[in-house]
């Protein structure tokens, strides 16, 4: 098996360690290629995000560290970009002038809340914690989990209609705090609906779905972004996709991915599609790892 990540943070946004230390990582665990997609720049961002000023710098940093560290396994840089209609997508000059290798977009807010007292506009995370999950339904929504959850989706399926990237983000991240079914239940016909019109939509586009790994090792979560019910469904419609671990911990560049690629074989998944040599390419799971003679 080919072992790639192409969804990772490192210090310049929310990661905790310097791109090398993820790099170092990603070698030890037998990585062929790994991708630092440090979250992009946005208007209503805070220090989880790089500031736009940082983005040259953040891009000189990996390309640099490409070269340095060739002989050992290919490094892509890129960028995981918040979809938030009018202020940020991956079309924006921020994005495009950056020349990332390709661009993942992920939809982390579904709206505002009313501004403060100081007029200070806050936007709603939808991935935070149960608490904020709990308020944004309150003061945005009026109390309506559904309408949240499908507006989530309505989001997901505007940006992918418009302004699609290589790569969609951790596709069902509204259900992180939804342990238990605290909120809404997979099951329920709406919610159903609301991934089956969205992979509609996804079969349009040339887009990959990332098997995301960071909510079920974090144990939120008892199955990764999106669930194995839904990666059915995009089986089933041959969608493409590929593992990736959201990392934020060097010790995490590869975690649960033996397990959950064995459950992606057992489901029926032949191929993930990843970028190796500069290109997408759909390459068998399961085959065994090419070892390199350095
Ligand atoms: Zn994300
Ligand atoms: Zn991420």
């Known amino acids: 098996m080919i072992w790639t990540n ?9 990661g905790k360690g310097t791109p090398e230390a993820f790099i170092e990582a990603a070698i030890a665990q037998g990585l062929r290629a790994y991708g630092i997609s440090d979250h992009g720049p946005h208007p209503f961002s805070g220090d989880a995000n790089l500031k736009e000023a940082e983005v040259k710098d953040y891009v000189k940093t990996i390309n640099d560290l490409k070269a340095r560290y060739s002989e050992q396994i290919e490094l892509y ?8 209609p009018d202020h940020m997508d991956v079309n924006k000059a921020v994005i495009k002038d ?17 501004p403060n007292e100081d007029g200070k506009i806050k936007i709603f995370s939808i991935d935070n914690s149960a608490k904020g999950l709990m308020k944004g339904i309150e003061r945005i929504y009026g109390g ?6 499908e507006q989530y989706y309505a989001l997901t399926r505007q940006m992918l209609l418009t302004v699609p990237p290589d790569v969609l983000g951790h596709m069902d991240r509204i259900k ?15 919610y159903r609906e609301a991934i089956e019109e969205t992979i509609d939509v996804i079969a349009k586009t040339n887009v990959i779905v990332e ?12 199955d990764p972004d999106p669930s194995y019910w839904i990666l059915e469904m995009l089986l089933d419609r041959k969608v493409p996709i590929h593992l990736s671990g959201d990392t934020h911990e ?12 064995a459950r992606l074989m057992q489901i029926g998944f032949k191929q993930q599609r990843i970028f190796l040599g500069g290109t997408w ?14």
């Open 6 to 14: 192409y969804h990772s943070h490192t210090n310049f946004s929310d």
């Open 77 to 84: 840089c890129s960028v995981e970009v918040d979809y938030i």
């Open 98 to 114: 950056a020349s990332f290798d390709y661009t993942i977009c992920s939809v982390h807010h579904a709206g505002f809340f009313a």
């Open 144 to 149: 309506d989990t559904r309408a949240m959850v």
């Open 176 to 190: 992180k705090n939804n342990g238990n079914a605290t909120f809404f239940s997979e099951k329920e016909n709406w």
């Open 211 to 222: 098997v995301n790994t960071k909510s079920y090792y974090k144990n939120y979560t008892t």
């Open 250 to 261: 060097p010790m995490h560049v590869k975690t649960a991915f033996e397990e959950v690629a």
């Open 281 to 294: 390419q759909d390459i068998p799971l399961g085959r065994r790892s090419i070892h390199f003679v350095i």
